[in-house]
């Protein structure tokens, strides 16, 4: 993964932010299932491509920015906009470390993440900020079928389509354009698991 800066964020674009908790270790199921209203809310279809792929990034990256963020901070931010044809993921944490995409074995149930978000990506990065570091991810409409283009796999398929649910934050969600005050969403309802794959 390029260390670059995420694209700016164009004006007008449909946007949310939650903010999670990662000393608390609860609640990735429940992001899950606040991304897939949100982009509901904004017309896309569950059962298309781009929004399976939006919340197969979105689990694998907080995943990881729970597990590697610096507990002395515990907190980790969550941007998701929509602009044209493309929806944006940033991820930003309490830790400068360089993202290191892995090569896990067939049956290992992580290390993945990064390398999923690369080949569902068109463009996907990293960048440090004080006093940690952001990874970003520009999904287009058809991450699935692009990617299997690219490499001549079905990246989505069997142990690889396995969201890894590692240490999961507590949501706290700030909403619109206009910050609101975040409020806490201890026993709000978990999400369902993820759907299978699209068919195409």
Same mark, same amino acid.
């Given at each position: 993964?390029?260390?670059?800066?995420?694209?700016?964020?164009?004006?007008?674009?449909?946007?949310?932010?939650?903010?999670?908790?990662?000393?608390?270790?609860?609640?990735?199921?429940?992001?899950?299932?606040?991304?897939?209203?949100?982009?509901?809310?904004?017309?896309?279809?569950?059962?298309?491509?781009?929004?399976?792929?939006?919340?197969?990034?979105?689990?694998?990256?907080?995943?990881?920015?729970?597990?590697?963020?610096?507990?002395?901070?515990?907190?980790?931010?969550?941007?998701?906009? %929509?602009?044209?044809?493309?929806? *944006? $993921?940033?991820? =930003?944490?309490?830790?400068?470390?360089? !993202?290191? /995409?892995? @090569?896990? &074995?067939?049956?290992?149930?992580?290390?993945?993440?990064?390398?999923?978000?690369?080949?569902?990506?068109?463009?996907?990065?990293?960048?440090?900020?004080?006093?940690?570091?952001?990874?970003?991810?520009?999904?287009?409409?058809?991450?699935?079928?692009?990617?299997?283009?690219?490499?001549?796999?079905?990246?989505?398929?069997?142990?690889?389509?396995?969201? %890894?649910?590692?240490?999961?934050? *507590? $949501?706290?969600? =700030?909403?619109?354009?206009?910050?609101? !005050?975040? /409020?806490? @969403?201890? &026993?709000?309802?978990?999400?369902?698991?993820?759907?299978?794959?699209?068919?195409?």
């Amino acid at each position: 993964m390029i260390e670059q800066p995420p694209p700016d964020q164009p004006v007008g674009t449909r946007w949310a932010r939650w903010t999670l908790d990662c000393i608390t270790l609860d609640g990735v199921s429940q992001l899950r299932g606040f991304v897939q209203a949100k982009l509901t809310e904004w017309d896309y279809d569950l059962k298309d491509e781009q929004p399976f792929a939006v919340t197969l990034v979105v689990t694998e990256l907080v995943a990881n920015a729970a597990q590697h963020g610096d507990p002395r901070f515990g907190m980790v931010d969550l941007v998701l906009w %929509s602009s044209g044809d493309t929806v *944006t $993921v940033l991820v =930003t944490d309490s830790s400068r470390a360089t !993202p290191q /995409a892995k @090569t896990p &074995g067939p049956q290992e149930e992580r290390g993945r993440g990064l390398a999923l978000t690369m080949a569902c990506s068109k463009e996907c990065g990293w960048w440090r900020y004080e006093p940690g570091k952001t990874v970003w991810a520009a999904i287009g409409p058809q991450p699935l079928s692009e990617a299997e283009r690219r490499t001549g796999t079905g990246l989505v398929t069997g142990a690889a389509c396995t969201p %890894s649910l590692r240490p999961r934050p *507590t $949501v706290r969600h =700030t909403g619109r354009a206009d910050p609101v !005050p975040a /409020a806490r @969403t201890h &026993g709000a309802r978990p999400a369902p698991p993820l759907p299978d794959p699209p068919e195409r």
